[in-house]
């Protein structure tokens, strides 16, 4: 699972100030990424207010050109889940073109869980959702998303496996 925060809502024109992610394997976090990114921009008030990230705290952070790699690394050829995807990956993708990177992700989109899963909410924003399952976090920062994101998931694969009489995660691909 990951998740960024960024400059603005426009992956073209607007830079990612932080990224998280944490690796799930039959439904515990195994391990976590998290890094601030120095923006080439400065970071708009209202998304200092939003996030609590400002031009201070990511005043020591690594560009993103120098955190790629790592991300990589530690994502490797794992499908990419997060909450609202086409969002964070089209960030991802419009950085990397940006630095000449050519690279796909497969991704698993949690907002099109939610919306087949719990369609009586009225929305199916993050904080939302997690308010549905009792999830207390700091919304708006990676790493408490992402780490509140895990726990979503896991909520959402055994859901599915129940559905299905499915009694391990590594089933579902069989089903």
């Known amino acids: 699972v990951f998740d960024l925060e960024t400059t603005g809502l426009d992956p073209k024109t607007c830079e990612i100030i932080e990224i998280a992610a944490a690796i799930v394997q039959n439904g515990e976090v195994k391990e976590r990424y998290h890094r601030y990114v ?60 940006k630095l000449g990177i050519d690279r796909s992700f497969c991704s698993i989109d949690t907002v099109e869980m939610a ?12 904080n939302n959702v997690a308010d549905a399952l009792g999830l207390k976090f700091n919304h708006h920062r990676a790493s408490d998303d992402c780490d ?18 499915i009694s391990r995660v590594d089933e579902i691909n069989q089903a």
């Open 115 to 126: 919306r087949a899963l719990m369609p009586q909410l009225p929305k199916h924003r993050l």
């Open 38 to 97: 120095k923006p080439n921009q400065a970071i708009p008030y209202k998304i200092t207010e939003l996030t609590g990230i400002s031009n201070q705290t990511v005043a020591d952070a690594d560009r993103i050109e120098n955190i790629f790699p790592a991300f990589l690394d530690f994502c490797g050829d794992r499908p990419l889940c997060a909450h609202n995807a086409d969002f964070d990956v089209s960030f991802l993708v419009a950085a990397f073109n």
């Open 148 to 165: 509140v994101l895990a726990l979503i998931f896991n909520n959402f694969v055994q859901r599915l496996s129940s559905e299905k009489g």
